[in-house]
């Protein structure tokens, strides 16, 4: 499988994720709206708000349960990216000493694997496996997992461009509706007569509520924020370990010795 394949793999689930979270937000909108009192509702949705139920409030709570449905994504794919390094795609034994006619069974294993398209550790072998096959040369396989190494990186930075604008549209559309809620409330103040007993007490309370939901968003993006951190973060931890497992069990463990020969299973896979 190709990498334009394991794209297109990842971009299917994102659509069906993306509607699933949005129909979960329309679930949560309409909880909220019949079993909380209305101040709380007044200050979470927007409830009896000028334009409810297309509030501000509700679009940032379809923002974060779509970002964290995009979560719940790469937490899957950590996952996957995990149990690979539990699989034994290499001799671990300290012992062992691979030369080229060894790398041929590890290299068609990895082919059969579940996720080997998809994973980065089974990349990463067969990558290094394909460049010493085709070079024999320890240094240049050692030169191409540090260069996939940090193009993953870069992958995994790619994986997260929804996520980072979700973080920064939540407290943007907080701050869209202070700006709302604060035009509400000079435009009623302008209506108003100045002997109005009310006058201040309501525009304070519209004031208010706008100032609420800036609050909300924050608080929502903050969420989405430290989520993020914890999952990229165990995301590229495992991708390091992965870089050390074939170094340690492949690239250190090569051999080029009188006997070597060069294999022909790399033209015949390619073929």
């Given amino acids: 499988m190709s990498a334009i394949k394991r ?17 979960v937000a329309v679930v949560l909108v309409t909880t909220f709206h019949f079993t909380l009192p209305d101040a709380i509702a007044k200050v979470l949705i927007d409830r009896g708000g000028l334009i409810y139920p297309y509030s501000v409030q509700n679009m940032m709570w ?11 994504i790469r937490l899957i794919t950590v996952k996957a990216e995990g149990e690979q390094l539990r699989r034994n795609l290499l001799p ?27 994973c980065f550790l089974p990349r990463l072998i067969k990558r290094c496996i394909l460049q010493f096959q085709a070079s024999q040369s320890i240094e240049q396989s050692a030169s191409l997992l540090n260069t996939s190494l940090e193009m993953f990186i870069h992958e995994i930075d790619l994986r997260y461009s929804l996520l980072r604008y979700l973080s920064w549209l939540i ?11 604060i035009g509400h409330a000079l435009a009623y103040a302008g209506s108003a007569s100045p002997d109005d007993p009310d006058l ?4 304070t309370s519209r004031l208010a509520i706008s100032f609420d939901g800036t609050l909300l968003a924050l608080v ?35 051999y080029i010795g009188p006997t070597t020969r060069q294999p022909a299973f790399v033209a015949k896979e390619n073929a």
């Fill in 200 to 203: 201040l007490s309501e525009v």
């Fill in 92 to 118: 671990e034994d300290e012992r062992v000493v691979l030369v080229a006619e060894d790398l041929p069974p590890i290299y068609k294993n990895l082919r059969a694997a579940q996720n080997a398209e998809r």
């Fill in 7 to 23: 794209t297109e793999l990842y971009e299917t689930l994102r659509p069906g994720v993306a509607a699933a979270s949005i129909a």
């Fill in 62 to 72: 379809v923002a974060f349960c779509v970002a964290l449905g995009e979560l719940g």
């Fill in 220 to 254: 929502l993006a903050s969420i989405v924020v430290f989520l993020q951190t914890i999952v990229q973060a165990r995301e590229e931890r495992i991708l390091g370990r992965s870089g050390e497992y074939c170094l340690d069990n492949l690239i250190n463990r090569l």
């Fill in 171 to 181: 407290p943007s559309l907080g701050f869209i509706g202070t700006v709302i809620g």
